[in-house]
């Protein structure tokens, strides 16, 4: 009796390992009724970022109840680089886990997403799916599949390479920029006096009581002091006037003579200073003499003058005065009602009419300033002469960066309190790769003078370039409020980021540009984004690089190939990224292609 007891539980337990490796076996057998997809296909990256969804549909009484099926992704480059990403664990029915169930008379379907960062060997490789399948102690390894091949990298094409620039200059891309040398070079000075006339008269006549004061005499003594200091007279204006109480065809007569009568004047003068500065100097008078342009004006009568001078005036009824000459629109009116007044009024007799028969002469001189080349020489030999704002002017002068780093470098040691010199001096060292050096000269500028829009821009280019997108952000937002126009860098950090819309908003008032038509393609904009690159007006190799992008998404073969042949012409290198490029994965045995990448 023991006897058959033992026999029956072992020919029981061999029935169910028999049954076991029966339903391993099935499994293993039909596995090819099993699907499997990932999307997108070929991937894609987007911010740096690979995000797929693997979906796998298993038909009615395929799934044993108590099986589980282990499923690996890995991705295998074209160089033997394997990355394995999250396993995906299913289990059936009787099988007491936390992973997904799928049914064994329904069958049953599951979806993953699973996100890895972007490597750029990724563009070559394959998604691989390796799987086993376990009941109980035993296990079966499944047939491997191919799930995708290659990755769109598109999305990494966005384009930085920031050039040196001042703030004026920074519009429409990204840029390493200058502070301001505030250096405004030789400016117009101006001096004024004036000679006045009696009633009718336009010669000189230095008795009268206003060019008696000595203010007016003063100033005409000035005007010929002020002249001789200045190497350059740019110009003398003479504009003669009249006082409105004549007859109007005599006071424009009166105003024009009036201004020449000046200009004799001042020609008699101008010539009596050279005389005596010459032999002060011990100079020639043609060596110290300068070239004056002469602007003569006749203003005729001076109406505005007059009533300003009224208004002025300490007359008890100005107010009355003012009003009846205004009422009169005819000129010979008006000028009755003044001879009118004078006979009522001394005031306007003697001072207010006489003050309006003149002639003012200003001469404008060129301020006596260093020449660039002087600058520039001194700023190689004598930097410590020249200002701070002379010594980074000189540094504009020039293209070559050594020498616009060595005057940089010596402007902060000679004025170290200016933030601007280590901020110049950085924009040198980041354009040269030298970030960690440039990131402590900002630093120093920034703590010498905080909230500058054009360190805080440079801060954010750096930190964009090493890929630190959440401080660039930030550091561009911050230079904006500093009153930075950053739309086009905060679009380039949305790029990078993969927000696309962000991008979008950030490059609205930005035209005729790469990256904006790149994020245009990225959107699948593609109308918007051909007529983007149409309208740059000097088209680069990467700009028909995007244009033969656009021909492939769109299926245009023409456009497709005549702006490949096009990039792959003006820089051999696009070849070699064009045969790795997924975008042209449907065109690369076309003869055309071909041709274009050969």
């Known amino acids: 009796m023991k006897t058959f007891k033992v026999i029956s539980i072992l020919l029981l337990s061999s029935g169910m390992l028999l049954f076991t490796n029966c339903g391993l076996k099935k499994m293993v057998k039909k596995q090819t009724s099993v699907s499997y997809s990932v999307t997108p296909n070929p991937l894609e990256t987007h911010g740096g970022k690979m995000t797929m969804e693997i979906q796998g549909n298993f038909p009615k009484k395929y799934f044993n109840k108590k099986a589980t099926l282990s499923l690996v992704p890995v991705i295998k480059t074209s160089t033997g680089e394997t990355t394995t990403l999250q ?52 296990e079966a390894s499944l047939n491997e599949i191919k799930l995708a091949e290659g990755t769109i990298a598109t999305s990494e094409r966005v384009s930085v390479q920031p050039n040196l620039a001042y703030k004026g200059q920074s519009a429409n891309g990204s840029f390493f920029v200058f502070a301001d040398h505030n250096y405004t070079g030789p400016k117009i000075i101006e001096k004024t006096a004036v000679i006045f006339f009696e009633v009718n008269r336009d010669v000189l006549n230095w008795n009268l009581p206003f060019n008696k004061k000595e203010e007016n005499k003063q100033a005409l003594k000035d005007l010929m002091s002020f002249v001789s200091q200045y190497k350059n007279v740019e110009s003398v204006d003479i504009v003669g006037w009249a006082s409105p109480e004549g007859e109007l065809k005599r006071n424009q007569e009166l105003s024009s003579k009036r201004s020449e009568t000046g200009k004799k004047w001042f020609e008699s003068e101008y010539n009596k200073t050279i005389k005596a500065m010459a032999k002060k100097e011990k100079k020639d008078e043609k060596e110290l003499k300068k070239e004056i342009t002469y602007n003569l004006k006749d203003n005729g009568e001076d109406w505005d003058g007059f009533i300003e001078a009224v208004n002025n005036s300490s007359i008890q009824d100005k107010s009355q005065i003012v009003n009846v000459i205004k009422s009169q629109s005819d000129l010979d009116q008006r000028e009755q009602q003044i001879r009118n007044m004078i006979a009522i009024y001394n005031e306007i007799d003697n001072e207010i009419l006489p003050s309006l028969r003149r002639a003012i002469v200003k001469a404008n001189c060129l301020e006596n300033k260093k020449t660039d080349e002087q600058i520039a020489q001194m700023a190689a030999n004598q930097p410590d002469s020249l200002n701070n704002d002379e010594l980074l002017y000189a540094a504009s002068l020039t293209t070559n960066l050594k020498t616009k780093a060595d005057i940089f470098k010596k402007a902060t040691e000679i004025y170290p309190n200016d933030y601007r010199a280590y901020n110049d001096l950085a924009c040198i060292k980041a354009s040269e790769g030298n970030f960690d050096e440039a990131k402590k000269l900002l630093d120093k500028a920034n703590s010498l003078s905080p909230n500058k829009g054009e360190v805080l821009n440079n801060q954010g280019i750096i930190a964009l370039l090493s890929g630190d997108y959440e401080n660039a952000k930030k550091y561009f ?27 979008t908003n950030a490059f609205s008032a930005t035209k005729c540009n790469y990256n904006v038509a790149l994020n245009q393609i990225l959107t699948k904009d593609y109308t918007a984004a051909k007529s983007t690159i149409d309208c740059i007006q000097q088209k680069s190799a990467k700009d028909y690089y995007l244009l033969a992008i656009i021909g492939a998404r769109t299926n245009d073969t023409n456009i497709l190939f005549k702006n490949l042949s096009k990039a792959c012409e003006l820089d051999s290198d696009y070849k070699t990224q064009a045969l790795k490029d997924m975008e042209f994965k449907n065109f690369k045995d076309n003869a055309a292609f071909k041709d274009a990448v050969k």
Request: net charge positive; charged share 20%.
């Open 477 to 503: 937002e911050a230079s904006q409020k500093a009153g930075f126009n950053q739309d086009y860098n905060i679009g380039i950090v949305s790029m990078k980021t993969g927000d696309y819309t962000s991008a």
């Open 87 to 138: 396993t995906i664990n299913l289990e059936g029915e009787k099988v007491n886990g936390n992973n997904t169930v799928i049914g064994y008379k329904s069958g049953g379907k599951f979806t993953i997403t699973q996100t890895i960062d972007y490597k750029p060997a990724y563009q070559t490789c394959e998604l691989m799916l390796t799987s086993s399948a376990k009941l109980k102690t035993k």
